[in-house]
């Protein structure tokens, strides 16, 4: 069983920056899965962001957010970490990590085993 803790929200001014932390810990190796980043605004659906695979190459991002925000992971010590810049109100959610997914649909929530509780990142204008 593993267990993911998310750090480094906060509250920021537009077009300022970000770093989350996902730190893992447990019995399981999270560098085996797909390790992704979702995001949650209030009175909305949780949203992909990113995932990474076993390699720092194997990066995926939504569309929107592509160029903006990068996913990096340290395996060493059990982090994976999401780098946000000019960020927008839009921006503005609660952020979770979620790992297990043994299927290739990153972007479904669904499919993840494993989830942190979430860490806020609020956008001021």
């Known amino acids: 069983q593993v267990q993911l803790v998310e750090s480094g929200g906060g509250l920021v001014q537009t077009g300022g920056s970000l770093v989350l932390s996902c730190v893992a810990s447990?019995?399981?190796?999270?560098?085996?899965?797909?390790t992704s980043w979702f995001r949650q605004a209030p009175r909305k659906e949780r949203e992909f962001v990113a995932a990474?695979?076993?390699?720092?190459?194997?990066?995926y991002y939504a569309d929107s957010l592509q160029g903006r925000f990068t996913i990096s992971r340290d395996a060493a010590k059990a982090t994976v970490y999401l780098q946000m810049a000019s960020l927008t109100p839009d921006d503005a959610a609660d952020y979770y990590c979620?790992?297990?997914?043994?299927?290739?649909?990153?972007?479904?929530?669904?499919?993840?085993?494993?989830w942190g509780q979430g860490t806020r990142v609020t956008v001021s204008s």
């Open positions: 447990g019995r399981t190796d999270i560098s085996n899965y797909y």
């Open positions: 990474i695979g076993q390699s720092p190459s194997s990066t």
């Open positions: 979620a790992t297990g997914i043994t299927s290739r649909q990153l972007s479904d929530r669904t499919k993840y085993k494993t």
